[in-house]
């Protein structure tokens, strides 16, 4: 057995207890389940009496202080997220509730590849819960609590531009990079960002593998990563997820959707937001690029490399699209050489 097995074994073993001193049931089988991204063990514990349930083990204990108060607080207003049955004293483990395996993504990829009115509906499903998680549970949660950045603000955003050039630009992007013409349009970026803001939750990876579906109804995971911040960034990473690849029309669609929901939670400027979602968008598919980049590169999960092709028919489409052409002029030429 290799030595990442030992550790395997040793986390099951971790959870077997966990769950028998919980539940007072052995459990019967498991089965790992897949982190993507992340560093946690997961695992699904199944009883002697058939009942399951899933398992995490995460050395992070920021992260999971986050998770589990977000969730208690999600929960206690009635939004659809697990269950938190047990957490260790240690707060590296919990159990929680099994939501199956389904998620978003997998039932828009089922069927037929047209993005049809009921993959649509879906969608628009979805969307009218985001509100919730922005509006009306952050008014009350706790943002202390905030592992990564409490905000998504000026500090976070250089972050995410940094991350994009030291893990994706400077990885793939072989020509010589013009440092001060970069700077200019990612400073332009970020001003235009920043003219949005917002004492909102900010979900931060709205995206299709972390909607869950189970008994015809949604539910929501790794929100750990929130924080405050404005309403758009979470539609752009739900439209601009690189694998769901939605079509540019149903995309327009929904966020004109979104856009008439959250008029119901927010005083907004419909208008001005429909404008500064595409900068929204920009930021979002370069943070991810970065992770692409990290986790595919340096992390060896070469998977996510697939979602590369996908970001980058995204952004060129919106610069080409929807953002005026004098604008971003130096991103705008690098992404349109990266393009396959």
């Not at 002697?48 to 920021?62: L, R, V």
């Not at 970065?290 to 610069?319: H, Q």
Request: glycine content about 6%.
């Amino acid at each position: 057995m290799t030595s990442s097995g030992l550790i395997d074994k040793a986390f099951y073993t971790r959870l077997q207890h966990f769950h028998f001193k919980h539940f007072g049931k052995d459990v019967s089988s498991y089965e790992p389940l897949t982190a993507h991204g992340s560093d946690r063990f997961i695992i699904r514990l199944r009883s002697e009496t058939g009942s399951s349930c899933i398992g995490i083990i995460n050395n992070n204990i920021s992260e999971n202080r986050a998770f589990i108060s977000f969730g208690k607080h999600f929960k206690a207003l009635g939004l659809h997220v697990p269950e938190i049955y047990a957490v260790s004293e240690d707060l590296k483990s919990y159990l929680l509730e099994d939501l199956g395996d389904e998620t978003l993504l997998d039932k828009i990829k089922s069927g037929s590849g047209e993005f049809d009115q009921e993959k649509k509906s879906l969608y628009k499903k979805v969307i009218s819960e985001l509100p919730k998680f922005q509006v009306t549970a952050g008014k009350e949660i706790d943002y202390s609590l905030c592992y990564q950045f409490s905000e998504f603000g000026e500090e976070n955003i250089e972050y995410d531009i940094n991350y994009f050039k030291e893990r994706y630009l400077k990885v793939f992007y072989k020509e010589t990079i013009d440092e001060k013409s970069l700077k200019n349009d990612l400073d332009f970026l970020k001003k235009k960002i920043l003219e949005i803001t917002g004492n909102y939750f900010l979900y931060r990876d709205f995206q299709s593998r972390n909607i869950m579906h189970k008994d015809n109804d949604f539910f929501f995971i790794d929100f750990q990563s929130g924080r405050k911040g404005s309403l758009l960034y979470d539609l752009a990473s739900l439209l601009y997820d690189a694998k769901a690849d939605i079509p540019q029309n149903i995309r327009e669609e929904l966020l004109s959707y979104y856009l008439d929901v959250i008029t119901d939670y927010a005083d907004i400027e419909i208008a001005s937001y429909k404008d500064h979602f595409w900068y929204f968008s920009v930021i979002r598919i370069l943070q991810a690029l970065g992770a692409y980049g990290f986790l595919g590169i340096v992390k060896g999960k070469s998977r996510f490399l697939e979602s590369v092709p996908y970001a980058l028919k995204n952004i060129n489409f919106i610069f080409n699209s929807r953002i005026a052409g004098n604008e971003l002029p130096y991103l705008r030429n690098i992404f349109k050489e990266l393009l396959p």
